[in-house]
Structures are given as C-alpha cells and as structure tokens.
C-alpha cells in the first residue's frame, strides 16, 4: 500500500530535536549586530514590530538554520514565546513545521498557561485550517494537555482521552504522540530536554498504566524518554543503543515490539550524524534478531529522506542489504511513501515471526 505523506512532511522526524533543520548558510552577522541577541525573546520581539510576524518568522529559520542542531528546537521556542506575547493565539498562522515545531510547540503551551482548554481547542482551530498542518497542530495540542491537567497519570489518562474524542487524525505521532512527549520529557516547563526520573514504576511506564488502544503510540514514543534518560546517566551511544535494544525485547507487551525497535531506527539515524554504514551499526548493536534488526533499518531509512531531501541517497542506502519483498518494503519508508502510523504488511518471510507483533 502506498500513501502520499505530503499533510505530514516534516512531521515525524520532526518530533525528535531539531531533526527538520536545513542548512541554508545564512550569515548570522547580516542580521545581528550583536550576536547572541536572537537567543532573547526581547530581540524578537523587537523584530516583530519592526518586519511584522511573518518577515520575523522568516529571519528566525534562516538564523537557527546556521546553529547547532541541537539548539534549535530551544531558540525556536524562544521566537514561539515572543510571538505569542506580540499577536496572542495568531501566532499559530505563522509558526511553521521548521525545528521540530518548537515555536508551535511554545504557542500553545501559553495558551493553555493563560486560556485553558477553551484556548487550547481555538489554537487548533486556527491551527489547522490548512489541512496539511494537522498533524502537528494535534500534536502541539497534546503537549497543552499534559501541560494543562499535570504530569501524573490521571493526567495523561484525561489527555489521552481527549485527543481520542476530537483529535485523532495521527494514531502515533499526532495528539496522543504529543501527550507521551511531553509527560516523559516536560518540554512545556523546561527550556532544555529534561527527562522524568525512572521511578518504582520502571522503565515501561505509562504504557503499563493505561488502556491498551493508546500502547502502540506509547511503545514507539518510550526509546526517546530511554535515551534522554541514559545520556543524564552519562551512557555513550553504543551501550545506549544496546540497551535499548534489550529494553525493547523485553517489554511486557510483546505486541508492540515492532514499534519500539522502529523508533530506536529514528534514533540511530540522528545519533549516526546522518550517516547510513554508522546508522545500520547501531541498528546492529541494538539487536541481532533478523525481524527487528529489519524493521530498525526501514525506519531510519524512513526518518534519513524526512529529515531533509539531500538525504534520499543515504535512505536508499539503508536498505542496500535486502533483496526482493524485504528490499521494496525497505524503499517504500525510504522514498517516504510511507510512514509508522500506516505501515504496510510485513514481508511474506517476517509473517510467522510476526504473531507476536500482531
């Protein structure tokens, strides 16, 4: 089955930090007089009443294009905020899919700081009125309603069942991809990645504490709370990608493996520095078994081309060592024909391993 994922382009890789940048070589230096201002909501600010929002927009993308990856969900967030305090919940028209949504991201925290609910749900009506920004928009919604109700369980449970009421056009990585986020890494109360502490709960949880309809989404979200986790306890990229693996192959719910090992194929594309021979080594330290070794490579594959375009070669490249079904499955997440939410049946030689998938 092939689906055109053009509504979502940008979106999933995306949700990991930063993953959607490009670099466009902007000199910083023509824009700034002195450097470090456009790390200041009061610069954008400035900037807003002088160009108007959406020249500012503009000026922003282009100067965190030329920053370190790694900072550029964080200084989209700091545009987010200055925006909203200028325009109110306009803002949402003129934040774009660029760094992992980080400026949408910002928006409607604040409007669930200010507004409530009530806000929240005319934040995604202005939101999404351009259809293809639906998925993101939900997703921001769902960080609002951790945000909102709190980060304790109930919580997520009311959250979740709200995205299930209205919000469910993204099974994985829409709204319920946003409550999982946002309560295992507190992004709308920490200007920094700040994981939650593994608890006597332990490493699978929430999943283990809520209705099995949202684990699939929960499942593939888990491998980005472990890594964020295993950094602060000072882990190099190898060990954390064998652990990983071993974390996913004993979740308690077997179902959702595949999803799991998907998202560990999200992050080795990211940790390999986009390269494809580092990316399929860590998807081989992360395990030995042929089904989820494979389903590792197509999803980075997959999140190598969405990342950016100029990538499509190393995606490609990903599934170089399959021959036949195996080789046409791996091409189709490539080519981004299609995507985690849609997946299309496995390959006639996974399907008796796949009853535990099922």
Request: glycine share 6%; aromatic share 14%.
């Amino acid at each position: 089955m092939v689906f055109l994922v053009s509504p979502w382009k940008g979106f999933v890789a995306g949700l990991c930090i930063g993953a959607t940048f490009v670099f466009l070589g902007i000199n910083v230096g023509n824009y700034l007089t002195h450097p470090q201002d456009f790390k200041d909501v009061a610069y954008w600010q400035d900037r807003i009443k002088v160009v108007g929002p959406d020249e500012a927009y503009a000026e922003h993308v282009r100067i965190v294009a030329a920053q370190n990856i790694q900072q550029s969900h964080t200084l989209a967030h700091v545009f987010g905020s200055a925006i909203y305090k200028e325009i109110g919940i306009d803002a949402v028209a003129v934040c774009q899919n660029d760094y992992a949504f980080g400026c949408l991201h910002e928006v409607f925290e604040r409007v669930v700081s200010e507004q409530g609910p009530v806000g929240l749900k005319q934040a995604v009506d202005a939101c999404s009125r351009d259809q293809t920004r639906l998925y993101p928009c939900h997703h921001a919604l769902g960080h609002g309603l951790v945000a909102y109700f709190g980060y304790h369980e109930n919580a997520v449970n009311n959250a979740l069942a709200l995205c299930d009421a209205d919000f469910n056009a993204d099974p994985i990585n829409g709204c319920v991809g946003g409550v999982f986020m946002e309560f295992n890494l507190y992004t709308s109360i920490s200007p920094t990645i700040e994981a939650r502490d593994v608890d006597e709960h332990g490493w699978y949880y929430p999943c283990t504490a809520i209705p099995e309809k949202y684990h699939r989404a929960c499942y593939f979200w888990l491998p980005q709370w472990w890594r964020e986790v295993m950094r602060d306890k000072k882990m190099e990229g190898d060990e954390i990608f064998s652990v990983m693996g071993e974390q996913c192959e004993a979740a308690p719910n077997q179902t959702y493996v595949r999803e799991c090992f998907q998202r560990i194929g999200q992050h080795a594309t990211y940790q390999s520095g986009y390269e494809s021979g580092r990316a399929k080594q860590l998807c081989d330290i992360a395990t030995d078994d042929p089904l989820y070794n494979f389903l590792c490579k197509t999803y980075s594959a997959f999140s190598f081309r969405y990342t950016d375009e100029r990538f499509a070669e190393q995606a490609l490249s990903m599934c170089s060592e399959f021959d036949g079904e195996k080789r046409e499955y791996c091409e189709e997440f490539a080519e981004n024909k299609t995507n985690i939410s849609w997946a299309p049946d496995l390959p006639r030689e996974f399907l008796e391993h796949s009853s535990k998938l099922d």
